[in-house]
């Protein structure tokens, strides 16, 4: 107990169990740097308010300092059960090196609860910022890809049955503008993120007239949390972040699923490079798509961790409790998970090979048969009517086991007189997607106008 920063009124020992159970330093260790910064934003505008003189926060400043290296390069010896987090560990070790009497002035008017917040905080911040630059190299490939690629041509799905045709980098882009909006999202969270809760005290606000508004720029915060229970008790920022990464996750999930089906032998558009499949212990013939099941699998831990944690908040009353210390480990996973996924699907995408192929020997002419329906329709027929008479064309190549686009002209005047001569130029799939020209289209200007609005998205911070 004498250790213990609240020795001064616990004196039985704690359970082992409990110290265990308790302890957050395995893990909040990783924010050693960001806690020291902390203490010495906090120390120095403690001697701006007069509470340090100018003597004991250079010494304070010097040996946060020596910690931090000791950090650094390995050194730093962690007290099992007496350094119970970060914010202990760093201030026992403050005042080994500089001596208890200085040491013990750093933490006056402070609470652990804001420098907690104020760590996961910046750790955050500067974590979300780095995958925004990795979602920005994703989504560079993805614009590449789609422009150079744009001219081959693939069966589109509904319920996973062959639709209509479409370019394949128009399926690229539908992932893609998807990706963007995570990539807005995301910049929207960083700023919610990045805001100042030290000086927030225990929970009622620090009585000692700190300059909060100096420690929140040396920190590199863009504003304040204006009220010190909130500020001291809000993990939103953590269950915001673990929102996002279950959004972005979702979409992963569901792109790389698509790669999946693409890439089995019956598809066969794509071909994963060796560099991102695995082979099988046992048939020699097998190649698996094993980075595109993990970027799926891991989705589903992503919106585990938000589910779990928004259930974590949702019952607790104001202020700090100790349940908030759950926030952690969702967050430091959460961004790993996220930041490897999004650089593995890059890895995926960027040598992924194409079969144009094998994209152009799965259309099949029943998806011109809406091309058929509007051919009609601009002959002035409804289109609910175009819709049948497509309809018995249809049933008319199955009967007679001719594909559609084989059938006479007689066939075809024979289910409905008004079609003429020029009904043999709709069956084309590369006139059927130059077809969809409206804004958003599958026509090549429509696809290469998305790619260019998308790379607006990138540039706008
Ligand atoms: N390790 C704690 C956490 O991560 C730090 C805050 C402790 N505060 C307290 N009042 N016990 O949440």
């Known amino acids: 107990g004498e250790n213990m920063l609240w020795g001064g009124r616990f004196t039985g020992g704690l ?34 308010g007069g509470i340090l003189t100018a003597d004991e926060f250079s010494k304070i400043e010097a040996g946060l300092r020596e910690v ?3 950090w650094e390069d390995g050194s730093f010896k962690i007290v ?33 609860n804001e420098q907690v917040a ?28 789609a422009e150079r690629e744009v001219a081959h041509v693939m069966p589109g799905y509904t319920h996973l049955q062959r639709a209509q045709p479409i370019r394949w980098s128009h399926w690229v882009m539908s992932y893609g503008l998807a990706f963007a ?15 100042s809760p030290l000086g927030c005290g225990a929970l009622a606000g620090n009585p000692f007239g700190i300059d909060r508004d100096m420690m929140a720029r040396e920190l590199g915060f863009e504003g304040l949390l204006w009220n010190s229970m909130g500020g001291v008790a809000d993990r939103d920022f953590v269950a915001e972040e673990l929102q996002w990464a279950a959004m972005l996750m979702q979409h992963v999930s569901r792109w790389a699923e698509d790669l999946i089906i693409y890439s089995t032998a019956e598809f066969g558009f794509v071909r994963l490079a060796d560099a991102y499949s695995t082979g099988s ?39 700090y409790n100790k349940d908030l210390q759950e926030s952690w480990e969702v967050m430091l996973d959460s961004v790993k998970t996220v ?36 051919y009609l329709v601009r002959k002035g027929v409804p ?61 090549k200007a429509c696809v290469l106008e998305q790619i260019a609005v998308m790379r607006q998205m990138l540039k706008s911070k």
């Not at 957050?24 to 010495?40: A, P």
């Not at 026992?92 to 609470?111: C, F, N």
């Not at 980075?291 to 961790?305: A, C």
């Not at 190549?397 to 020029?422: I, W």
């Open 15 to 48: 359970d082992p169990l409990m110290v265990a159970y308790n302890e957050s330093i395995h893990f909040d260790k990783h924010l050693f740097k960001q806690d020291i910064l902390g203490s010495i934003a906090f120390a120095r505008a403690n001697q701006k």
């Open 68 to 70: 931090m290296k000791e």
């Open 80 to 112: 099992p059960g007496v350094d119970e987090d970060i914010h202990t560990a760093n201030e026992r070790r403050l005042g080994e090196i500089i001596g208890k009497d200085v040491a013990g002035k750093l933490h006056t008017g402070r609470s652990r």
């Open 118 to 145: 104020c760590d996961m905080r910046m750790w955050l911040r500067d974590e979300l910022r780095k995958i925004d630059a990795h979602l920005v190299t994703f989504l560079q490939i993805t614009t590449d890809r």
């Open 181 to 195: 909006t995570d990539l807005e999202r995301l910049r929207e969270t960083v700023r919610r993120v990045n805001r």
């Open 281 to 319: 212990s046992l048939m020699p013939q097998k190649k698996n798509p094993d980075s595109l099941e993990l970027l799926r699998g891991k989705s589903g831990r992503v919106l585990g961790q938000m589910c779990g944690f928004m259930t974590t908040l949702k019952g607790l009353p104001s202020t």
């Open 339 to 374: 930041s490897d996924s999004i650089q593995i699907a890059t890895g995926v995408l960027a040598t992924l090979e194409i079969k144009p192929e094998k994209m152009r020997a799965a259309l099949d002419p029943f998806m011109l048969a809406t091309d058929i329906a509007d």
């Open 383 to 443: 289109f609910r009517e175009t819709h049948h008479i497509s309809g018995r064309v249809v049933a008319l190549s199955e009967q007679t086991g001719t594909p559609m686009n084989e059938l006479t002209y007689d066939q075809l005047k024979s289910v409905d007189a008004r079609f003429d001569k020029d009904i043999a130029d709709y069956f084309d799939y590369e006139r059927s997607v130059e077809m969809r020209s409206a804004k958003g289209g599958t026509s």
